[in-house]
């Protein structure tokens, strides 16, 4: 199955810690995991970013609501344990716990209401606090979802513009490309575009050094899968 949503991981999460033992986030990670029954690749799925596997930001955010609830309470880097609060509603034997059942409680409501004040001075912050609460999807696979598609929109537009230019735009452009991977410095001394366009020559040199003693001689062709590689190789610097 799928990677439940950090919502549905709260009421499993309490549970964990119902037994008043200290827990690690890692432990968590792991019980869970296999309490839902999620494959290896399920628990190797990565948020858009690939820097952080989903199941382990889910689980993470999970714990900061019910401790923002003081259902939890952190005992160290990491690592948490149960309330006298968390006991009772575990007691209570609630079928589900979300974030209206959370509001019960004025600590929860005052973690609420203070981002919900800073968001009105972001209108991009506002937007993200509903996608939050209607898709139950964490602010970080928000921030990685919306930044991986601003950089493809961003790279189309970019390929867009730059084949509505003459080939020899093209040319230079494949030049200062290679120039800004690393190649022999400044675009003065590293490289330079050569030939007359459809002559057949050789369109372009970069030196590998600043010396000048190695050279490359490329050839630029409207190739969209070159133009594409080396666009999307300089975005991932920035």
């Keep these: 199955m799928a990677v439940p949503d950090f919502k549905s991981l709260l009421l499993p999460m309490l549970k964990l810690a119902g037994d008043g033992n200290e827990h690690s986030t890692n432990e968590a990670i792991e019980k869970l995991a296999n309490q839902f029954g999620l494959s290896e690749a399920d628990r190797d799925e990565f948020l858009p970013s690939g820097k952080q596997r989903r ?7 999970a714990r900061t609501y019910l401790q923002k609830a003081l259902l939890l309470s952190s005992t160290g880097r990491s690592k948490f344990c149960i309330t006298q609060r968390g006991i009772k509603v575990l007691k209570d034997n609630p079928p589900s716990i979300n974030e209206n059942f959370l509001r019960q409680f004025p600590e929860f409501v005052a973690f609420k209401t203070s981002t919900d004040r800073e968001s009105k001075i972001d209108e991009n912050i506002r937007i993200t606090q509903e996608i939050i609460e209607k898709t139950s999807q964490t602010p970080q696979e928000i921030l990685d979802t919306t930044y991986q598609s601003l950089r493809q929109n961003l ?22 490309l290679l120039v800004a991977m ?7 001394d590293a490289g330079q575009a050569v030939g007359q366009v459809g002559d057949g020559g050789i369109d372009g040199i970069i030196k590998e050094d600043k010396l000048g003693l190695d050279a490359i001689y490329i050839q630029a062709k409207r190739w969209e899968g070159l133009l594409e590689t080396l666009l999307f190789r300089v975005l991932q610097e920035l």
């Design 55 to 61: 199941l382990d930001n889910r689980v993470k955010w």
């Design 155 to 176: 790279a189309q537009e970019i390929l867009e513009r730059i084949k509505n230019n003459p080939p020899k735009f093209f040319e230079g452009l494949v030049v200062d």
């Design 182 to 188: 690393g190649y022999g410095g400044s675009r003065k």
